[in-house]
Nanobody, 127 residues
Framework: QVQLVESGGGLVQAGGSLRLSCAASARTFSRTAMGWFRQAPGKEREFVAAIRWSGGTTYYADFVKGRFTISKDYAQNTVYLQMNSLKPEDTAVYYC????????????????????WGQGTQVTVSS
């Protein structure tokens, strides 16, 4: 059973930073990419960023480009999301997810295309 465990959420003032972590319990489970999504109250879950598990290519939603950075530590089986210049509209529950499918030339950005999910971590940005 694959488990993804997020950590690092919290309360931060606008303009501040947080670093989210997502640790996978099973080292050898098959995945092609890892992604971060977020879901604010009353809204659908939306794509934030993704990283190729082998190779490290990244992809970002337009609203986080230049502010958020996704990275991975292959040895630690962990994915990170460094969030800088946070805004109140970034307030949401952040989820990490693993994609098993091979997507040529791109990444999945729909939540339903990801196969494994963490439980989420709350990020609250105050104004």
């Amino acid at each position: 059973q694959v488990q993804l465990v997020e950590s690092g959420g919290g309360l931060v003032q606008a303009g501040g930073s947080l670093r989210l972590s997502c640790a996978a319990s099973a080292r050898t489970f098959s995945r092609t990419a890892m992604g971060w999504f977020r879901q604010a109250p009353g809204k659908e879950r939306e794509f934030v960023a993704a990283i190729r598990w082998s190779g490290g290519t990244t992809y970002y939603a337009d609203f986080v480009k230049g502010r958020f950075t996704i990275s991975k530590d292959y040895a630690q089986n962990t994915v990170y999301l460094q969030m800088n210049s946070l805004k109140p509209e970034d307030t949401a529950v952040y989820y990490c997810a693993a994609d098993r499918a091979q997507v040529y030339g791109g990444f999945h950005t729909r939540a339903r295309d990801y196969d494994y999910w963490g439980q989420g971590t709350q990020v609250t940005v105050s104004s």
